[in-house]
């Protein structure tokens, strides 16, 4: 991108308070200038409404969003819909991966987010063994959200058995590496590029014994570290079992946590558990449109900030694609529990959908409308059925997905009028179900290495 560019906001959420007149420079990808009170020039892109900085989706399984309006007509438990996620994932090759991962990527960005952190495990074809390129499903993943205009961090996730003390069952041997040395030499392999950061991931203690989290740790190195931790009190029963502590506890002890650290989830947890993730500044990921589908329960989010972890938020399943729903859920359900409102402050909502959720995923000099921050600006109607006569300053409390009428990510319009780039994103997520559908399980034991 050559020249400056320059957006001129009606209204924008700059780090210190909602200005309006906003004229926001860039040059390169990075934003400038920031001049509140400013007329508009002429050639400059005009965004009306209010303008938030770009939203950061700490939490993905692309592959997820195929379940969506699909799983809800014979009740069951996480574990069941779990079976019917492997289905889908039974399916998957690099391409039609690629495919689908455009689509949902896309879905994403009409909702605002300009990074998503995709938690990846379909590592391997059917049965386990490698593609020619062993990291050919990440790398679809890469071009995917390059595709879709939105920068990625691929969390490249470290998953090894199929609960504590047991094997990897046929749907799962796709996403083994066999141990924790030979999934860090995978890791290594992957590069990173303008778009796109490398991170690693711990499954969940489910799924990666104790004495290989160090191995996953130490490979992670500076890069962030998520973790599943604690959705279920199946998990936490089975680790006091095999281990005697909690799921935290094991990995405080196997010094998981930290800085660099995202638990995902966090629901089910003791006083201790939260003191230990608060201490070592561990973040913690909410996916509240998730964790209610799913039966999960609800987290102690504010315990946890205050406890000292950074909170973030994740559309994981992607059961809805709408961040600002998931951030008007982190309050609203802790208003359910705690029969108090106002439980989180508008800046405290907005850093988990920004700054907080950008440096959980390694990129900590985005999430703000600032001189030196990626140009990412993400522009909310204020004229909507929902939205029209609402203070602008309260935005997070009615808007949603569908009153983002513009998003730029690094000075590059990917949403313009409601419309993404790619054209009718409904129609590409509508074919890319239907070609997943189409396709024939075979049996995944077939080609066991
Ligand atoms: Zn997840």
Known sequence: MGGVTAFWCERAWLPDGVQDRVRVSAERELVTAVEAGEDAHPDDERLHGIVLPGFANAHSHAFHRVLRGRTHSDGGTFWTWREQMYEVAARLDPDSYRRLATAVYAEMALAGVTCVGEFHYLHHAPGGSAYADPNAMGEALRLAARTAGVRLTLLDTCYLAGGIGTPLTDSQLRFGDG???????????????????????????????????????????????????????????????????????????????????????????????????????????????????????????????????????????????????????????????????????????????????????????????????????????????????????????AATSADIHAVIVNGRSVVKDGSHLLGDVGALLRRAVADLDAVEIGNPGDSRR
């Open 179 to 397: 141990d924790a040395d030979r999934w860090a030499e995978r890791l290594a392999a992957m590069t990173p590029d303008a778009n796109t950061r490398i991170g690693a991931a711990i499954h969940s203690v489910r799924a990666v014994p104790a004495d290989q989290i160090p191995t996953v740790v130490s490979a992670a190195a500076r890069r962030p570290l998520h973790m599943h931790l604690s959705e279920q009190s199946a998990e936490n029963e089975q680790c006091l079992d095999a281990y005697g502590v909690t799921p935290t506890e094991l990995l405080d002890r196997q010094a998981a946590l930290g800085p660099r650290t995202t638990a995902v989830h966090a629901t089910h947890l003791t006083r201790h558990d939260a003191a230990l993730l608060g201490q070592s500044t561990s973040s913690v990921c909410f996916c509240p449109t998730t964790e209610r589908d799913l039966a999960d329960g609800i987290g102690p989010a504010r315990a946890l900030r205050d406890a000292g972890s950074p909170l973030v938020l994740g559309s994981d399943q992607h059961a809805v694609i709408d961040l600002l729903e998931e951030a008007r859920a982190l309050e609203m359900h802790e208003r359910l529990t705690s029969h108090e409102r106002g439980r989180f402050a508008p800046y405290e909502l907005i850093a988990a959908l920004t700054t907080a959720g950008h440096a959980s995923l390694g990129w900590p000099e985005a999430g703000r409308l600032a001189v030196g921050s990626p140009c990412d600006l993400v522009a909310i109607t204020l004229d909507t059925p929902r939205t029209a006569g609402i203070d602008p300053e309260q935005v997070l409390y």
